[in-house]
């Protein structure tokens, strides 16, 4: 290494001739081609010898800031590194009486630290928490002549437009009548609401869509379903033009025209019940006792949600731009601004002022618990069973709060 750094300073004073003959010297010595010799002598002298060790940086954030998203991770429920990065502000103040350890410093590391670095310092534990979708509702065929089909992207800048959805609880077989999740999101907000009903039968679905309309902190003015039965029936068609309320659907088999419905079907309600069968009277009050207590507030208050704001296509590659991620309530609250702010947004933005979202968090875990706890004291079949059952898939808190469940049990 000296001998290179010698070479290195005779090779930048030396003139044409004289560079020529050191170079004829130091690839004798070295075997060295003599355009990588030229390259070699031409560095500064402080740069590193090839071969040698690259020099690592220390890590940046300590074992205590991992400790401390981890935790904050958990118990909103396993977010994403981009909503998890950005409900950090709401939840740091809440999290100061529940974690130890948690100084100033640590609250600076982590509202510096990037989505992408989230990931790497949760990449072991995401393995852990992975599962997926299975719907059972089949497409109907009454009325579609008279409820257009919705082929365009959505494009609205005020909230209102709704995408809505059923999810079935009927575990690995769908004979008898067992519990439905009616998930309604809005698409300028995100915000959702999300209501259990027995069946799927017309009324029952148009009672609980009532109930989510009088729940919204603003008006419902369209909805955009699947073809299923239990939306496309005189009755909602009905309900819908007497509260004027535009009514639209999908084309069949195309679930990319609900694609942002499809996606809080997994956020909402399969990552927090799972895939079990639910068909007594209990449990669908337990269900329900989650959507419209801890597990509402929590999803619209507290959990960021981002939006696709464009998408390019070069060829064969398509690049997708997002906004900011932002809380439904945030996106509400900006669409009003310069106005005054309706009683119901002035409501919910004191509710979230004053409520601890890890306490929220443990409400949904409580109230869950006592969902399973349902599940387990139903009556077994009396038949033994001849053939093994392979276990079905559930989401990541489903999986936590069954585990907690059974151990205290």
């Avoid at 994403?80 to 600076?108: N, Y």
């Avoid at 437009?161 to 999740?181: N, Q, R, T, W």
């Avoid at 999101?185 to 109930?211: F, N, Q, S, Y």
């Avoid at 956020?267 to 801890?294: C, M």
């Amino acid at each position: 290494m000296n001998g290179l750094k010698m070479y290195q300073k005779r090779y930048r004073k030396a003139d044409r001739a004289k560079r020529s003959r050191l170079l004829d010297e130091f690839c004798r010595q070295t075997g060295y081609h003599r355009k990588y010799a030229i390259r070699l002598l031409g560095q500064p002298a402080d740069t590193p010898v090839p071969g040698a060790a690259r020099r690592r940086r220390g890590p940046t954030y300590s074992a205590a800031s991992v400790r401390v998203l981890a935790t904050i991770w958990k118990a909103a429920g396993y977010p994403w590194s981009t909503r998890l990065k950005a409900l950090l502000p709401h939840w740091l103040p809440w999290a100061r009486g529940h974690i130890r350890g948690l100084t100033p410093e640590v609250e600076r590391a982590l509202l510096q630290m990037s989505p992408r670095q989230m990931d790497r310092r949760l990449q072991d534990k995401k393995r852990q928490l992975k599962g997926r979708i299975y719907g059972r509702t089949k497409p109907g065929s009454l009325l579609k002549q008279h409820i257009p089909i919705k082929t365009d992207h959505w494009d609205v800048e005020d909230p209102g437009y709704c995408e809505i959805d059923l999810v079935s609880h009927s575990g690995p077989h769908a004979s008898g009548e067992f519990v439905y999740s009616l998930n309604v999101t809005d698409i300028h907000t995100g915000w959702c609401e999300t209501r259990a009903i027995m069946g799927k039968g017309e009324t029952g679905v148009v009672r609980a869509l009532e109930d989510i309309r009088q729940a919204l902190p603003f008006a419902l003015k369209g909805i955009d379903s699947d073809n299923g039965s239990e939306f496309i029936n005189h009755h909602l068609l009905r309900y819908c033009k007497k509260h004027r309320i535009q009514f639209t659907r999908s084309r069949p088999y195309k679930k990319d025209d609900n694609a942002h419905i499809e996606q809080k079907n997994w956020t909402h309600v399969r990552k927090l019940v799972g895939w079990d069968r639910y068909d007594t009277p209990a449990q669908l009050e337990a269900i329900q006792a989650l959507y419209t207590g801890p597990w509402g507030a929590m999803m619209n208050l507290y959990q960021p949600c981002v939006k696709l704001k464009e998408k390019l296509r070069i060829g064969a590659r398509i690049t997708r731009r997002y906004d900011q991620a932002q809380t439904p309530l945030d996106r509400l609250i900006a669409f009003h601004a310069g106005k005054p702010l309706p009683k119901a947004v002035q409501a919910l933005r004191r509710q979230r002022a004053d409520t601890d979202p890890f306490l929220l968090s443990k409400d949904v875990d409580k109230t869950l618990g006592a969902l399973l706890r349902i599940d387990t004291q139903k009556e077994k079949p009396k038949t033994p069973v001849l053939e093994k059952q392979s276990p079905s898939p559930r989401g990541g808190r489903y999986n936590q709060t069954k585990a907690q469940a059974s151990s205290s049990w």
